[in-house]
Antibody, heavy 119, light 107 residues
Framework: EVQLVESGGGLVQPGGSLRLSCAAS????????INWVRQAPGKGLEWVSY????????YYTDSVNGRFTISRDPAKYSVYLQMNSLRAEDTAVYYC????????????WGQGTLVTVSS | EIVLTQSPGTLSLSPGERATLSCRAS???????LVWYQQKPGQAPRLLIY???SRATGIPDRFSGSGSGTDFTLTISRLEPEDFAVYYC????????FGQGTKVEIK
């Protein structure tokens, strides 16, 4: 069974940093790209970042480019999202989502971790 | 950026009725690169349809997708109690973007 489990969310002050983790299991990790998608409270979905199978191709949405860094560790079957210079508008549930490899959409999702940016 | 507009915002229907949800793109979506997700309160989204019309693994055949270019439709032929949820479309012809969602609620 494919499983994605996020961790690392919490309350952080504006300008602060947080590192999210996504632990994968139930599939061959190195065969699939992984994404982060977020959802602000009561709002819709927003794609945040993408990392390819090998980790050599990375994309970010414009609003986080230069502040967030995605990475993956094949040995730990994990993906990370380092978030710096956090703003109130980054407050959201952050989902780790697998890409099927045949298109930039998301076939399996974790349950999400809540990030709250507030003083 | 391709903007997706979903309509209606809310659909009030009874179990057993047919639901028709629309997703319109601001420009043509390359190769029908459009998917639909279902999201229930407190849960992650679930993939229903990819490539505009292909059902994802385990999705019942009462869910169907159609459309091309800029106009896409998700149809639920007969609503079951578990189908009342929010539905999002997403395009992947360019940098991925989502519609704002359609809530299907019990009338």
């Amino acid at each position: 069974e494919v499983q994605l489990v996020e961790s690392g969310g919490g309350l952080v002050q504006p300008g602060g940093s947080l590192r999210l983790s996504c632990a994968a299991s139930g599939f061959t990790f190195s065969s699939y790209p992984i994404n982060w998608v977020r959802q602000a409270p009561g709002k819709g979905l927003e794609w945040v970042s993408y990392i390819s199978l090998s980790g050599t191709t990375i994309y970010y949405t414009d609003s986080v480019n230069g502040r967030f860094t995605i990475s993956r560790d094949p040995a730990k079957y994990s993906v990370y999202l380092q978030m710096n210079s956090l703003r109130a508008e980054d407050t959201a549930v952050y989902y780790c989502a697998r890409g099927p490899g045949t298109g930039h959409y998301f076939d399996y999702w974790g349950q999400g971790t809540l990030v709250t940016v507030s003083s | 950026e391709i903007v997706l507009t979903q309509s209606p915002g809310t659909l009030s229907l009874s179990p057993g009725e047919r639901a028709t949800l629309s997703c319109r793109a601001s420009q043509s979506v390359r190769s029908n690169s459009l998917v639909w997700y279902q999201q229930k309160p407190g849960q992650a989204p679930r993939l229903l349809i990819y490539g505009a019309s292909s059902r994802a693994t385990g999705i019942p055949d009462r869910f169907s997708g159609s459309g091309s270019g800029t106009d896409f439709t998700l149809t639920i032929s007969r609503l079951e109690p578990e189908d009342f949820a929010v539905y999002y479309c997403q395009q992947y012809g360019g940098s991925p973007t989502f519609g704002q969602g359609t809530k299907v609620e019990i009338k």
